[in-house]
């Protein structure tokens, strides 16, 4: 949580190069992944879910701002966070939800 929050700051207070915003919004989504897979551990779905959301929404800025970057690594991620975020809606009894998001791993 301390690391995403000092990550945070860093890309809001410093007008830093595009190519590191893109690292340091990579390294987010790793933590964000991360924390995921922690609430999800100790069965805190709806913390996984918000952690996954996060972690996707940034996914999807770095595809539209430096597509060039945009590697089998961060693919891999992407479908980590959407797995994590299907299963956790399912242990929440939210099936239609979960459903959508399973389909969408296809």
């Known amino acids: 949580t301390k690391a995403i929050e000092i990550l945070n700051k860093k890309l809001v207070d410093n007008d830093e190069e595009l190519e590191s ?3 340091i ?4 989504c790793i933590l964000y992944s991360n924390r995921a897979s922690c609430f999800q551990n100790i069965c805190d779905f709806k913390s996984c879910i918000n952690d996954c959301n996060s972690g996707l929404e940034l996914l999807n800025k770095l595809k539209d701002e ?3 970057l945009y590697s089998e690594q961060i693919k891999n991620l992407n479908l980590k966070l959407m ?7 399912e242990a ?3 099936y ?3 459903f959508i998001e399973y389909q969408n791993l296809m």
């Not at 919004?25 to 987010?28: D, G, V």
């Not at 797995?83 to 809606?89: F, I, P």
């Open 92 to 94: 929440i009894e939210k």
């Open 83 to 89: 797995l994590k975020k299907a299963s956790s809606l």
């Open 96 to 98: 239609e939800d979960a």
């Open 21 to 23: 915003k893109f690292e």
């Open 25 to 28: 919004n990579n390294l987010l």
């Open 66 to 68: 430096k597509p060039d």
